[in-house]
């Protein structure tokens, strides 16, 4: 099974900034990751997709980069609704499809 | 644009089975693959499963003794069952579209869950 570690935990940043939010792999899933933002009492939203490829309707400041075992979530000039919890999901090797546990993003 | 929305019991109880619908809209449901997908209290994302409307099906191995994900075509619509349930299968189940591949499957877009709590 493949163990994603999403870092760090909580990340605080103010309204404007940038956000930088990591995915590291247990093993190599080449670029077969996704990400997705959960608001409170929402369901989860896919962003991103084959590692770097935005999903339907998602804005250009969000941006994800990696391969292998390491992937970045960027997030730039954050806006209040950016604040959520995000979680990245790996695809290559399953069953099990695994996901994070969640990098939970705070206003600073 | 494709809409899911889950239904069933919202309590289930200890060793019991538990069964929840998904009701797609804007899709036919004979176009993707289907996934199930849980989140225990305060916990992250769990899969549960995947099915293609042939039947195909791909279950969480630390599940798979317990889970069935099946198809209802007419109907528009996917099931999950989950039998000999424990406190520990408390949480909000989604249910959700595959996409991409048979073989790379990520998920767009998810119901908005039903929360399930096992109790006698």
């Known amino acids: 099974e493949v163990e994603l570690t999403q870092s760090p935990a909580t990340l605080s940043v103010s309204p404007g900034e940038t956000a930088t939010l990591s995915c590291r792999a247990s093993?190599?899933?080449?670029?077969?990751l996704a990400w997705y933002q959960q608001k409170p009492g929402q369901a989860p939203r896919l962003l991103i997709y084959?590692?770097?490829t935005r999903a339907t309707g998602i804005p250009a400041r969000f941006s994800g980069s990696g391969s292998g075992t390491e992937f970045t979530l960027t997030i730039s000039s954050l806006r209040s609704e950016d604040f959520a919890i995000y979680f990245c999901?790996?695809?290559?090797?399953?069953?099990?499809?695994?996901f994070g546990q969640g990098t939970r993003l705070e206003i600073k | 644009q494709v809409l899911l929305q889950e239904s069933g019991p919202g309590v289930v109880k200890p060793s019991e089975t538990l069964s929840l619908i998904c009701t797609v809209s804007?899709?036919?449901?004979?176009?993707?693959?289907w996934g199930w997908i849980r989140q225990g209290p305060g916990k992250g994302l769990e899969w549960i499963g995947n099915v293609f409307y042939g039947g195909i099906t791909k279950y969480n191995p630390s599940l798979k003794s317990r889970v069935t994900i099946s198809v209802d075509s007419p109907k528009n619509q996917f099931s999950l069952t989950l039998t000999s349930v424990t406190a520990a299968d408390t949480a909000v189940y989604y249910c959700?579209?595959?996409?991409?591949?048979?073989?790379?499957?990520?998920?767009?877009?998810w119901g908005q869950g039903t929360l399930v709590s096992v109790s006698s």
């Open positions: 804007g899709v036919s449901i004979t176009d993707k693959y």
């Open positions: 084959s590692a770097s």
């Open positions: 093993q190599s899933v080449t670029s077969n």
């Open positions: 959700a579209r595959v996409l991409g591949t048979t073989l790379y499957p990520w998920f767009g877009p």
């Open positions: 999901q790996q695809y290559n090797n399953w069953p099990p499809i695994t």
